[in-house]
């Protein structure tokens, strides 16, 4: 039994072994692997199908060059939204509630688009840290300022899309603990509840 609410997003381990890794693993058992036949079953079909168009959109606002970050990033996000559906299963464990790993996304990514913006295009890449038409007292200042944002960027977006997911999950849980309890005392109030209840995890699947 839980002793808090915020239990269930320890990071769990079971004979040692960290389920945090378990469940990173898990979302590449779930799909299939596509076979070397011209013809291929149904759920593959429609899997390629759905990857397709999805990379289409991905890539649509994206010149030529950007084209060749297509295989990670969509792999990134099948992966970040195959474990957040995951975690909105009853006994599951949600790695992206964990900092450290939203953050052993973040800075990589984050730090290869500054290092490929410095080398492709630096006097783009250093001119956002000068807003155009600055008055030149202000030019040390800001340029200072825009830094400093620019290097708590990961930290301050990881942060954000921590909060998110442990705040939805924990209202679920909490909305479900009120339900449980009043359900044999004020049945109309619990009805009205898991109405509610229903709506925040509608508004979950969306997050994730």
């Known amino acids: 039994m839980m002793m808090s609410f915020f239990d269930q997003f320890a990071s769990p381990l079971y004979l040692g072994i960290p ?4 469940a990173i693993t898990l979302p590449w058992v779930l ?10 079953n149904r759920l593959i079909t ?25 295989l990670l990033l969509v792999s990134l996000m099948v992966f970040l939204i195959t474990i957040n559906m995951l975690g909105l299963l009853p006994y599951t464990f949600t790695p992206t509630t964990q900092l450290s790993l939203n953050m052993g996304f973040a800075v990589p990514l984050w730090l290869a688009t500054v290092i490929i913006g410095m080398r492709n295009q630096p006097t783009v890449a250093l ?32 942060v ?36 509610v209840l229903l709506l925040l995890t509608l508004l979950e699947v969306a997050v994730a």
Do not use: C, D
């Not at 389920?19 to 378990?22: M, P, R």
């Not at 340029?143 to 930290?155: D, N, V």
């Open 19 to 22: 389920l945090i890794a378990i």
């Open 31 to 40: 799909y299939p692997t596509p076979s070397s036949r011209w013809i291929n």
């Open 46 to 70: 429609v899997q390629g199908w759905l990857i397709n168009r999805f990379t289409n959109q991905l890539m649509l606002p994206l010149n030529m060059g950007g084209h060749k970050w297509a």
């Open 127 to 158: 001119g956002h840290l000068l807003p155009e038409g600055t008055p030149i007292p202000l030019i040390p200042v800001l340029i200072i300022i825009e830094t400093i944002s620019l290097l708590i960027r990961p930290l301050a977006l990881g």
């Open 160 to 195: 954000r899309l921590t909060a998110n997911l442990t705040a939805g999950h924990l209202l679920i849980q909490l909305i479900a603990t009120a339900v449980f309890i009043l359900l044999p005392m004020m049945p109309t109030v619990a009805i009205l509840t898991a109405t």
